[in-house]
């Protein structure tokens, strides 16, 4: 991915820093972290990386389409890489495991939106409830 970095940061008149680098690889080796997990991630490698920097890249890479982010819970936004598939996250409100499902779990409802002109971004798209371990199914 550094290529792919390299080359969309500087069409974007921007520079490859090491810190860039580590964010991103720390996004993709985590799969669904917040800006808080990212930080401890990559203050394991580099402990001068301060939060600011976190967000601020955080923001930066999703931009350039490298990143997205979802909302998995009332907190800070969780942050996926693009290299994983397109899914749809179920998150358990009581252990809050987070799962990752194919997108034709929610196609007869993205399929009835666009009927109406709607264009779902299933890859923003959260379901809540509680998972078989806590629920005791």
Do not use: K
Request: net charge negative.
């Amino acid at each position: 991915m550094s290529d792919d970095l390299a080359a969309r940061l500087r069409e974007q008149g921007l520079r490859l820093t090491p810190q860039r680098q580590l964010i991103l690889r720390a996004v993709e080796e985590l799969r669904h972290a917040t800006p808080d997990e990212v930080l401890a991630h990559v203050r394991g490698q580099v402990s001068s990386v301060n939060a600011s920097t976190v967000y601020r890249t955080l923001e930066v890479l999703e931009e350039l389409g490298l990143v997205r982010h979802t909302h998995l819970s009332d907190r800070a936004p969780t942050y996926h890489s693009v290299l994983e598939h397109e899914h749809v996250h179920v998150v358990c409100r009581r252990c809050h495991q987070v799962s990752s499902y194919d997108p034709g779990l929610v196609a007869p409802v993205v399929d009835a939106l666009a009927a109406d002109g709607f264009v779902v971004d299933v890859g923003h798209l959260a379901i809540f409830g509680t998972c078989a371990d806590c629920s005791g199914s």
